[in-house]
């Protein structure tokens, strides 16, 4: 069946803009994940969605990112006024709630 | 807080030499623990897993064992291959850290270079 997707694949902005990643999840799965990876920080916790339940997000670097998950299905991920170490992988992943966690090809964004 | 340790790369071998890659960790419930692997150019996959104590997780010739008594799990593989080649990534997830998320903490990640 098929995977997680992630769109765009690649996105290249100016500092100060703002940017939308989107996930889409495996059907079914009601966890979503997001992570960014970096030179300098590695892999990082960002949010967590579960089915209606409050997100957990307490990875946030700060204000500037927010996220939402329409239908307990697609997810976008806005950063605002992008930063230059902003500049990172953004990997999304879902699960079928305890499960193994599968993920995204993801979206590289680089901020000039 | 939770943390993952792993050591540090780049890892460079000749085919069928054997693999060892440390990886501690450190949680405050009783976590579950896994092996992701990045293949160039690709998404992470997840090679292996263990859940509790003294568990073996194994894959595509790939195994470690989680000891709680040193805290680590260490990934070994007998005689690697140049289609080994990738970066490594020790985790682990505890539900006791989050608000009822499962999120992994990762090491930094190990380079693995396998040369004819």
């Known amino acids: 069946g098929a995977g997680v997707s992630q769109s765009p694949s690649n996105k290249v902005t100016e500092k100060g803009k703002d940017v939308e990643l989107r996930c889409d999840p495996i059907?079914?799965?009601?966890?979503l994940y997001w992570y960014r990876q970096s030179l300098g920080q590695g892999l990082e916790f960002l949010i967590y969605f579960q089915g209606n339940s409050a997100p957990d997000k307490s990875g946030l670097p700060s204000d500037r990112f927010s996220a939402e998950r329409t239908g307990g299905s697609v997810s976008t991920l806005t950063i605002q006024r992008t930063q230059q170490e902003d500049s990172a992988v953004y990997l999304c992943?879902?699960?079928?709630?305890?499960?193994?966690?599968?993920f995204g090809p993801g979206t590289r964004l680089t901020v000039t | 807080g939770n943390s993952v340790t792993q050591m540090e790369g780049p890892v460079t071998l000749s085919e069928e030499a054997f693999l060892t890659i440390n990886c501690t960790y450190t949680a405050t419930g009783y976590p579950s623990l896994f092996w992701y692997v990045q293949y160039p150019g690709e998404g992470l996959q997840l090679l292996l897993k263990a859940t509790k104590a003294d568990d073996k997780g194994s894959n595509k010739g790939f195994e470690a064992t989680y000891r709680k008594e040193t805290t680590s799990f260490h990934l070994e593989k007998g005689s690697v291959q140049v289609s080994d080649s990738a970066v490594y990534f020790c985790?682990?997830?505890?539900?006791?850290?989050?608000?009822?998320?499962?999120?992994?903490?990762f090491g930094k990640g190990t380079k693995l270079s396998v040369i004819p």
């Open positions: 059907s079914g799965h009601t966890a």
């Open positions: 992943a879902s699960s079928a709630t305890a499960g193994e966690q599968y």
């Open positions: 985790a682990l997830s505890d539900l006791c850290s989050g608000a009822g998320s499962y999120q992994l903490t």
